[in-house]
């Protein structure tokens, strides 16, 4: 996957939230979740990594609403993570 981008053409929070996006539709709740904390780590908001995973259900892609309570999941544990 880094070969693809290669010379970090994408900035790493950009390639995380692309990432969410396709991991969304593709209900691969492993990757989501992976990703989903990468794309955090790399300085995405809770609302930019939300906004990448339904970015697929605005254009009819039905399945990637499921993939919410799964990022609800990360940003909680994030934040109590922080929390400590």
Known sequence: ???VNSGAVLDEKTR???LVGIFSTVRDAG???HFSGEALKA???KREVEA???MAFSVGVSSAEL???VILDIVKAKEQERAR
Request: contains cysteine; glycine residues 6%.
């Open 1 to 3: 996957m880094r070969e």
């Open 16 to 18: 995380c939230l692309i």
């Open 31 to 33: 990757a989501l979740r």
């Open 43 to 45: 300085g995405a908001s």
């Open 52 to 54: 990448a995973a339904l």
């Open 67 to 69: 993939s919410i309570p």
